[in-house]
């Protein structure tokens, strides 16, 4: 069984639109039409009344009436007057109401039939009444003596025939505004219900209705953040998981240009707050006009964590590939040294490479009691030594327990150090990478430098920025999370012999320390307990 669709608001726009113009079109023309009726039968009554006035006054009437056949003169002279006004009658009577003159000339001679009182009284008669002519409009007027006197009455009328006839004629004056009147509201109306129709899918009211319904259910169900913003960048809609992960105040500022950028991105990493979030942006547009923009967010904090701590373990995992892969070169030549006889050059080879290896060890476990973050620099190293860097720990370096989240300092360190590792990548030699980890002042002070090409201060902490060709990098970005977050700073200088240097403090807690003393370092630790500048280290 065929269902009907309901009507569209646009067809429902239009014929209610067309319902009302036809009744203000209809009330206005029947308005029209008895304006100018009225406008007809006063025209008719000022005629009528200004040529009976003129007969009245005519000094030829005045003689007649007074002679022995009034009709035999005013006969001929009221129908020549009617011919030239185009009026229906002419009467001229006696002040008892016996007619001298009529357009049929056989009711001359009998009683005029309607109101005279007035006129005999001096006055003027105007009424529409029926005659032996039909209905019609009509005056009566006295005629005067030299005296003042009353001698006669002169009526003059025009029947409503005529005067419809007249009203017949004005006809296309009316009609032809209202066809233009209804034709363009017409017009205007079709063009006003497609423009609708277009704008609203051809949808009618019910179906909106569900859709409002349904989209409003998606809009605080759905797991994703979404900012929708119309085309001056000013946010017209956000849902629930949208200010979950942006807060109830103002936009991040990586969000603010994501949305000015008016820009088609996709999985582009945005830091907010202490979030790590994945953007993608499409720009609408409709009628070849951009309309605003639709942005949806994806909380990836949890998974960047895990990502960098498998990255981490990757890395570390890495290093001791590295590492074992070196340690069984080695013992290789060692064994064959042995075999070839040259035991002692064997011993000295392998103790010098123990040496090295364990005074690196030594050094990082001494300064730093932080587990992890000697893992790390352990690793680092190994990392750094497999592309052909080296990675110097400043001897200033002194870190106890501290305070500080283990994940932000990792954070912190991990970054700046892989960051100045990919700037002296593809150097010329010599590439070095120095790193410095002191706790002096109340303060965590972590200085990473490198003799890479340097870093543009401006631009290195903004979103996305990185050393890598597709600049997509969140490591700085990161770094500066965790100083915001800590109330730190973080300062950036050109060395004097090139490359780069990063120093980030982060404020820790006073606690006592009781016999723990800064490693002293001559000529770098005088005053601030910290080293010279980059060009020092």
Do not use: C
Request: aromatic fraction near 2%.
């Amino acid at each position: 069984m065929a269902t009907t669709r309901p009507w569209t608001i646009a067809r429902q726009l239009f014929v209610l639109q067309a319902l009302v113009v036809t009744a203000l079109v209809a009330i206005g023309t029947a308005g029209a039409v008895l304006l100018a009726r009225d406008d007809t039968e006063q025209a008719a009554i000022d005629q009528v009344t200004a040529i009976a006035q003129a007969v009245a006054h005519n000094p030829l009437v005045v003689e007649a009436v007074r002679g022995s056949d009034p009709s035999k003169v005013l006969q001929p002279y009221t129908e020549s007057v009617r011919h030239a006004t185009k009026t229906d009658f002419i009467v001229i009577m006696a002040p008892d109401r016996t007619r001298f003159t009529h357009t049929r000339p056989e009711l001359i001679g009998r009683p005029f039939i309607g109101s005279i009182q007035d006129a005999l009284d001096g006055g003027t008669v105007i009424e529409t009444s029926v005659g032996t002519l039909g209905e019609s409009v009509r005056t009566v007027v006295p005629v005067r003596d030299g005296g003042g006197a009353v001698i006669a009455l002169v009526s003059v009328g025009i029947v409503t025939d005529a005067l419809d006839q007249r009203l017949l004629a004005r006809t296309p004056a009316v009609a032809i505004p209202t066809a233009l009147a209804l034709l363009l509201a017409a017009a205007g109306s079709w063009l006003l219900s497609r423009r609708l129709r277009r704008q609203t899918h051809g949808l009618g009211p019910a179906e909106m209705t569900r859709m409002y319904e349904y989209h409003d259910a998606v809009l605080h169900s759905v797991r994703e953040g979404l900012v929708v913003a119309d085309r001056s960048g000013r946010v017209t809609l956000v849902n629930d998981e949208g200010r979950r992960l942006l807060g109830d105040g103002d936009l991040p500022p990586e969000i603010s240009e994501l949305l000015a950028s008016k820009t088609a991105v996709e999985d582009e990493p945005v830091l907010a707050g202490d979030r790590i979030l994945v953007a993608n942006q499409r720009v609408i547009h409709s009628e070849g006009q951009t309309v605003g923009t639709v942005l949806t967010l994806r909380d990836h904090t949890e998974l960047r964590a895990l990502t960098g701590e498998l990255d981490s373990v990757r890395g570390l995992t890495e290093a001791l590939r590295s590492q074992a892969h070196e340690s069984a070169n080695r013992l290789h030549t060692v064994l064959t040294m042995v075999e070839l006889g040259r035991t002692e050059e064997a011993v000295r080879l392998a103790t010098a490479e123990l040496e090295v290896a364990q005074q690196l060890t030594d050094q990082v476990v001494g300064a730093l009691s932080e587990p992890a973050l000697a893992a790390l620099l352990l690793g680092k190293s190994a990392q750094a030594a497999e592309r052909g860097v080296q990675l110097v720990v400043d001897d200033a370096s002194r870190l106890d327990s501290t305070p500080l989240p283990s994940r932000d300092l990792l954070t912190v360190v991990g970054n700046l150090v892989d960051n100045a590792l990919e700037a002296v990548a593809g150097t010329e030699p010599p590439r070095e990478v120095t790193v410095l980890v002191l706790e002096s002042g109340g303060e965590i002070v972590v200085r990473v430098g490198d003799t890479g090409p340097g870093l543009a201060s401006a631009d290195a902490f903004q979103r996305g920025w990185s050393t890598k060709a597709e600049g997509r990098g969140l490591g700085l970005a990161l770094v500066k999370q965790v100083a915001d977050r800590h109330g730190g700073t973080i300062d950036v200088v050109r060395a004097p012999a090139g490359g780069a240097s990063i120093t980030v403090r982060l404020p820790v807690r006073p606690r006592p320390a009781p016999g723990a003393e800064l490693r002293p370092k001559p000529e770098s630790t005088a005053g601030s307990g910290l080293p010279a500048e980059p060009g020092a280290l």
